[in-house]
């Protein structure tokens, strides 16, 4: 007789796969996946597959067309729980968002640690802030902006670029990398028609890498709708750039960070030209309290400050889980905002035509003077 599903099984499940997916050693599994798999044969009795391959292989179907229970709170069942091998955009989202078993631990998860260096540089430079919030503020910027527009460099270029850092260890900074020789196996790739195996870079997606003989980005469906594909990537000398953005950086800061970066040279080369309106646009402002700040003068007397969080989720549900529980008020003066934005990309409205309105639903009742919007429609709002 099948037993109902434990409701803290996913949450082990998905702590176990990222130990997997991580660990070089296989065998045995990590104990949070083992108790996971345990609860599900139980739930699935004749239904669960027989052999380990044919469950990863089920781990890369929708959760919906298979899994036992009941529907999972901010989790979208359309996707899965895997893809290419690697965790699933959302699994990554869960494991970093939602409250956890209290026995669970993250410490060999490597996205988690990986992410936890470039936590450990905004921390630092928010405490220069109390004392210098602009020199503070000018280091932090270009390092964020330095790693998403760098996913590729060398111990000298960053010598060369951070020598003169007053409050960030530029030991820190080169923390956020690793050796390319040490990926070697999955960054070299010998594209039809080129005669030297090379690394490969896509101005969207930045390192790709080699899976089943073939190149893709780490996170492929960031990158659907806004991938230039193959006429558009760089092929790289390997002697040149010895180092490559550790991949939680490349993950949680480079990917999303290529779209607050787009939306804040459109806004600051094409936007300002044609909206006089538009005064000043600020990057990161407060040492990233929020992505962007704009600042509107309609007349003389009157003066509009915007606040504008950029975030790009694959699931509309966790989106608005984050929308709901966000602080958005600032004791600093030159925080103060009079609307505030969350702009996702609008590809994402290409995987799911309802994204919007799912983000709005979890989101709860918000402010009339905070609103969640695509960046197309955000765009069509700065230039009316």
């Excluded at 962007?292 to 309609?298: D, N």
Aim: proline share 7%; glycine share 4%; with cysteine.
């Amino acid at each position: 007789m099948a037993r109902p599903l434990p409701e803290k099984v996913f949450p082990y499940l998905a702590i176990g796969l990222a130990k997997y997916v991580e660990s070089k050693q296989k065998y045995p599994y990590p104990d949070e996946l083992f108790y996971a798999l345990n609860q599900l044969s139980l739930a699935m009795l004749g239904t669960y597959p027989g052999t380990i391959a044919d469950l990863f292989e089920l781990f890369e179907k929708p959760l919906e067309q298979w899994w036992p229970g009941a529907p999972l709170t901010g989790i979208d069942p359309r996707f899965e729980l895997l893809y290419n091998n690697e965790l699933d955009e959302q699994v990554v989202e869960f494991l970093l968002e939602y409250q956890l078993p209290e026995k669970a631990t993250l410490r060999d998860v490597q996205i988690i640690i990986d992410n936890q260096l470039m936590l450990n540089i905004l921390n630092t430079a928010r405490s220069a802030y109390a004392t210098d919030p602009v020199g503070a503020s000018e280091e932090y910027v270009a390092i964020r902006q330095y790693v998403i527009t760098h996913p590729w460099t060398s111990s000298e270029q960053l010598r060369r670029q951070f020598r003169s850092l007053r409050h960030i260890k530029i030991q820190d900074v080169g923390a956020l990398y690793q050796e390319s020789r040490s990926l070697q196996s999955t960054l070299l790739y010998q594209r039809p028609g080129i005669s030297e195996v090379c690394y490969w870079n896509c101005p969207t997606c930045g390192p790709l890498y080699q899976r089943h003989n073939r190149l893709g980005s780490l996170k492929p469906n960031a990158c659907l709708g806004r991938c230039p594909g193959p006429q558009g990537w760089q092929n790289l000398d390997p002697m040149n750039y010895p180092l490559v953005l550790r991949r939680g950086i490349h993950l949680r800061t480079m990917i999303p960070g290529t779209a607050e970066m787009q939306l804040y040279q459109w806004l600051t080369q094409g936007a300002q030209s044609i909206t006089p309106a538009l005064q000043q646009v600020i990057l990161w402002p407060g040492v990233d309290c929020y992505d962007l700040q704009l600042r509107f003068r309609h007349s003389a007397q009157t003066e509009e400050t915007w606040a504008i969080d950029v975030k790009d989720y694959k699931d509309p549900f966790a989106l608005g889980k984050h929308i709901a529980q966000d602080k958005r008020y600032f004791n600093e003066k030159v925080l103060e905002w009079q609307r505030w934005y969350y702009v996702y990309p609008s590809y994402r409205e290409y995987q799911r035509s309802d994204y919007r309105a799912c983000a709005l639903r979890v989101a709860g009742q918000l402010p009339s003077n905070v609103d969640i919007l695509s960046e197309k429609q955000f765009k069509a709002m700065v230039t009316a």
